[in-house]
């Protein structure tokens, strides 16, 4: 029965002293609202948040394929075009008479034009010149003269097709006759020759024309004999 009684009495006793504490708890709370905040989020646990990772933007892949395909362009080797070389050679020969028979037409002209010879770029005085064996610094012309046996040589020309002209040093020809069709259609592809009685060492001197083909590595050899000269 004490027992009872005390505990009754002891629960009495704690409860106005519980009520008190939470009513100035409460109070000092209301005077201060952020403590109230504080108090609730302090414990929340803690959040993550996770950042998608942007992608790459269209402009800088376009810039990165333009670096690559440049480096690819520099690594590239620069093709060079190479074209072999040939060799002309041949010996040109005329009859001084019955008794003493073949000679060296020394001093002939050996003119040889490239079939991509420009004529265009020339005057008529200037590719008048090929037939005295000037070539003026003609690109895609080449020419020699016979030496005293009548022979003669051409090295390093690119190879390729051409029209070769060999005039006579030794020989003259009858002025009255004209100049052949085949002579003059086959330098017409060349020199664009409109009138060929301007050409008077054509007129003059006994003449050929070949077209030939030079080769690469190799030695093409065209030798001709103009015969008796005319009188």
């Known amino acids: 029965m004490i027992k009872k009684m005390l505990v009754s009495m002891l ?55 333009m670096n690559t395909t440049e480096v690819t362009k520099k690594e590239e080797p620069v093709k060079e075009v190479v074209t072999g070389k040939g060799s002309l050679k041949g010996t040109i020969t005329w009859q001084y ?16 034009i490239s079939e991509t010879f420009d004529s265009s770029r020339y005057s008529d005085d200037d590719l008048s010149l090929l037939t005295f064996g000037i070539t003026v610094g003609m690109e895609g012309v080449y020419a020699v003269n016979a030496d005293g046996y009548g022979h003669y040589e051409m090295s390093n020309i690119p190879a390729g097709n051409y029209v070769l002209l060999v005039l006579s040093n030794k020989t003259r020809r009858n002025m009255k006759e004209p100049i052949d069709s085949y002579t003059q ?10 009138n060929f009685n301007e050409f008077g060492f054509l007129n003059l001197k006994k003449h050929t024309v070949e077209e030939i083909m030079i080769k690469e590595n190799e030695t093409t050899n065209f030798s001709h004999d103009f015969g008796y000269t005319y009188i």
Do not use: M
């Not at 519980?18 to 005077?31: C, E, H, Q, Y």
């Open 185 to 194: 259609q086959t330098l017409r592809k060349v020199l664009n020759i409109g």
């Open 97 to 112: 008479n019955d008794f003493v028979g073949t000679k060296g037409d020394v001093d002939a002209k050996i003119v040889l």
């Open 11 to 65: 629960i009495f006793t704690l409860i106005p002293i519980a009520v008190l504490v939470w009513i100035l708890v409460f109070r000092a709370l209301a005077d201060n609202p952020s403590n109230i905040q504080e108090l609730f989020t302090k414990n929340e646990p803690t959040k993550f948040v996770f950042q998608e990772e942007e992608p790459v933007s269209n402009s800088l892949t376009s810039e990165n394929n």
